[in-house]
């Protein structure tokens, strides 16, 4: 995997506009300044013209999706399309809301998408079009023994949309429907926070901004970097330490992440 | 009092559907994540019809109110209703907020509300219909001295209401109409953070809806758990720390809280 | 300096009406907490008229603005100019924004604001009257070399709109168009989170709220103590700390804060 990905975020600071959602939006941003990034997080309709342009990813998430979010959102897509500016799509419940699950189909319809970003539920939804999933949490989870049936699924979506297919859980997958990446990094303690999704959501964002050029080892990358995060959070948890305490470490692993911990620690196969 | 109500939650992992303010919304998530529930924070009315029903508790904030949240938290409560879901309804800043307190009338009058759990002045207001606090900060506190007249209006507030009524303050009383139980957990610095009282509330509707055939016991082991917590997150507290500190340990303890934390160290009298 | 603006706050408990972004809300809040003042966060039109005149402050955050909060933000300044409450303007975004930077003219026209605070792209965009930054962050910074142009153009904005003016850098400078105070206190690790501005904005909220007649001290001692607080949560950090423990200390600086703090850490000069 190519890791000079992380070094391009350092020297490249890359801006990248944020349509996400309020509950998770303070922690998108501080990993943003994380890894190295910087966030505007502007959502109104009529800060869109402007601020979209200057970015060098955007990142949608539809958390807390309202009308005027879609407006934004709407406008900010077309933007960046036309401005050749990755485009990172994090269809949160779509899996539990015909609601998103149609405004996700319509987006991707309409508008070009670099990546999708989802857990086993959400991407299913959105590669079959119905939703399947209980609340904003996964039913399906990608295990050691179903991941070529998602493998296969992620190949064929990927090729359907012309966008990198990510599937968030045990086992990590990002495909663009050629090469297909599995990262077996993370820890379980991640589903113990809020956020973590939106934090790998806007972390994609940021290695996509900053290597345009390599689309897929940015994303592969990305997931990995996380997932390495989530692993050395959990390796500095002390005795009383809790779930918000493994939020703070999470964070304060990617600001301190260096090429030397992918070297180390990455964990993946190519299929 | 009944503390298998934390084992409950442990097993079945509440789904909270928590409509609730951007202010603290992350933190009411994470201290749902702490408790072993999980929470869903929708709040477009276009998502509520799909979501609410699948929840196992609904929790109603009303801090930072707007006309889009009374939407979706009328249809919401509605729903909930039909579907024998726990509505827990936090109205804060009724005390001060004509606005607010029309709006909880309304929605008190029109539906059916488990628990309704406030500050002093709040539930005054809410009790008596007017408001006569400042800003969202209670003027009215619960003393050992006044705590007889809290005890009449709760059961009477709650006999008129059908609801379950929680009345924070240094001494925390929690009350059916028939049952009273006073607790004396807790810790001053809980009002130096924002949201104690939001992730209270949130933390109400995890015992609720895990624990629907025992509602004062799970509110009432729900208001113990979060005192305690709030004092073993202060004995944490080291040189240098302060009020952040403080919110950190305070989720980390709902995140260890156990069984035998109860046992050691509830204060409570029942009336 | 007049460094007795800390005791009048934790004297006055300054209750601080913040209308701001829903991104670092919560940082703000909590802040606020920290320093000794209470917020309050009510941003619908409907909450406006009874809980602006209740504050001692009004801070106004231009951060993720929309047009509903706009007609919030109009009705609170009012109320605040005509019942004598310090208002604090924090234009974020403008230098990047006309949507922005036009409202943000509209409401320096038709009222009175006490304070307005910037970094240098967005007071130069203010005074100039026409934007020139790229994202939400500065290009034009304060420096040794260059801070006496910034001394003018503040004193020159200041004197034009009877505020005073704080812009933020490298070099803080705070001024009322006839004594100008440069601060040097501060680290660079506060441009590695989201909110170092939003909270500074908060907290120059409370210095006013408590120390009225005495506005152009309070802006200077509240500069004076974020940067002082940023300065020694740098120095709490530890090995594998990063930009979120840092974000965690800089709160519990301020929780801790003394006058000694000041006598002994600031580091200013008066022009």
Redo the contacts between chains.
Sequence with gaps: MNFSTLDNIKKTKP?VHSLT???????C??IL??IGA???????I??IK??TP??DALYINL??????KIKAINKAVKIANKNDIPVCLDPV?IG?????LKYANYLLKKNKVSVIKGNATEIKAFYYGK?LG????THDKTTNENIYLFINLAKDFAKKTSAIIVITGEIDLISDGEKTYLIKNGHKMME????SGCMLGALLSAFLGANKRDALSACASGVCAMGLCGEKAFA?MKE??????Y???L??????LSQSDFTKGAKYEIR
């Design positions: 801006l959602n309020y509950v998770t939006s303070n922690d941003a501080n300044y994380a910087k966030p505007v997080m502007a959502d109104c009529l800060d402007e601020i200057k970015c958390g807390t999706l309202n009308k005027d419940g539990a809301s015909s609601f998103r939703k209980k609340g904003v949490d113990s926070i809020t956020g500095s009383n330490d809790g779930n918000l305490s939020r703070n470490y964070i304060d692993e990617v600001f301190n």
